[in-house]
């Protein structure tokens, strides 16, 4: 049963234009969001978070939404370039307890940007 | 840069073979963990340290084994290889307990 979940294993940008990467989730007691970068032979980089009382965080070029009522995410890459061409992970954790573990992450969304 | 080192970066080792994978940081962290990640699968937990001796269970724990004797080094321990571990291992830290982890380069296992 996945309880992170990134519906789209690829999206194709056009570069200055924005990126929206989806991330949906099922356990309700997931309280904190994060996205992640990987670029290939490297580890995942932190990007950016979002706690649960929030609905938006912004940094820079990125910005993250979250829809509790819809228990889903999404992360905008504005404006798009050619370097964020790359693997983005989302995943969440229960701080409080009451999820699993450390981090759960969804499968992945490969973005490319086009020149 | 948040001082964690992985070794090896490479290893191709033969079926029922035991492998153990090192992570180091510099930081001195609390909480470090090692997930694995496979196509079709995102990361996912095998094992978490929470400080020195204090280890637990992730998702997928069956067959790696860890030890934490040291806050700087995490082990992770195959104890006898099989072909369904062949992965690309990571190892993390976060300052606070499920909040932002920080991954090492990644450890590439090949299981022949």
């Known amino acids: 049963d996945q309880q992170v979940k990134q519906n789209s294993p690829s999206l194709s940008v056009q570069e200055g234009r924005i990126s929206i990467l989806n991330c949906d989730y099922t356990?309700?007691?997931?309280?904190?969001f994060l996205w992640y970068k990987k670029y290939p032979a490297e580890g995942p980089t932190f990007l950016i978070s979002?706690?649960?009382?929030?609905d938006k965080n912004e940094d820079g070029r990125f910005t993250v939404f979250l829809n509790k009522s819809a228990k889903h995410l999404s992360l905008h890459i504005v404006p798009s370039q050619p370097g964020d061409s790359a693997v983005y992970f989302c995943?969440?954790?229960?701080?409080?307890?009451?999820?699993?573990?450390?981090?759960?992450f969804g499968k992945g969304t490969h973005l490319i940007i086009q020149p | 840069d948040a001082g964690i080192t992985q070794s090896p970066r490479h290893k191709v080792t033969e079926t029922g073979t035991p492998v153990t994978l090192r992570c180091h940081q510099t930081e001195n962290h609390r909480y470090m963990y090692w997930y694995r990640q496979d196509p079709g699968h995102g990361l996912r937990l095998i094992h978490y340290?929470?400080?020195?001796?204090?280890?637990d269970k992730g998702e997928v724990s069956d067959g790696y084994s860890v030890s934490r004797s040291k806050t700087e080094d995490f082990l992770l321990t195959l104890e006898s290889a099989t072909s369904s571990q062949t992965s690309v291992y990571f190892c993390a830290i976060t300052l606070k307990w499920n909040t932002e982890a920080f991954f090492g380069q990644g450890t590439r296992l090949t299981v022949v």
């Open positions: 340290s929470y400080g020195v001796k204090d280890t």
């Open positions: 979002i706690s649960s009382i929030k």
């Open positions: 356990n309700s007691m997931f309280d904190y």
């Open positions: 995943a969440a954790s229960a701080r409080r307890g009451g999820g699993a573990d450390g981090l759960t």
